[in-house]
């Protein structure tokens, strides 16, 4: 049973930075292309980064270009994403996400944590 557990949401400025984690268990990943998705109320759910576990290839939203990066432990099965200058428009719910389609597709998601950004 694959577990993806994220921590490290809440409060901050406009400017400010947070790092969000995601605690990966139940399986090897090493397959896995892990990721950092959001979701603002009354929007979809979007696309904020992601990283191949296998040989740490990174992509980014343009939104967040130059401001997030994500990261990963192997040996400690976490994910990363540091925000900095972080914007109102940043506030959101972020989602860790782990997805493979080796032997076969399967995509999972965690629970979330809150972002808020005040102005």
């Known amino acids: 049973q694959v577990q993806l557990v994220e921590s490290g949401g809440g409060l901050v400025q406009a400017g400010g930075s947070l790092r969000l984690s995601c605690a990966a268990s139940?399986?090897?990943?090493?397959?896995?292309?892990m990721g950092w998705f959001r979701q603002a109320p009354g929007k979809e759910r979007e696309f904020v980064a992601a990283?191949?576990?296998?040989?740490?290839?990174?992509r980014y939203a343009d939104s967040v270009k130059g401001r997030f990066t994500i990261s990963r432990d192997t040996a400690k099965n976490t994910v990363y994403l540091q925000m900095s200058g972080l914007k109102p428009e940043d506030t959101a719910v972020y989602y860790c996400n782990a997805k493979t389609r080796i032997p076969t597709v399967a995509n999972y998601w965690g629970q979330g944590t809150q972002v808020t950004v005040s102005s």
């Open positions: 990283i191949s576990w296998s040989d740490n290839n990174t």
């Open positions: 139940g399986r090897t990943f090493s397959t896995y292309a």
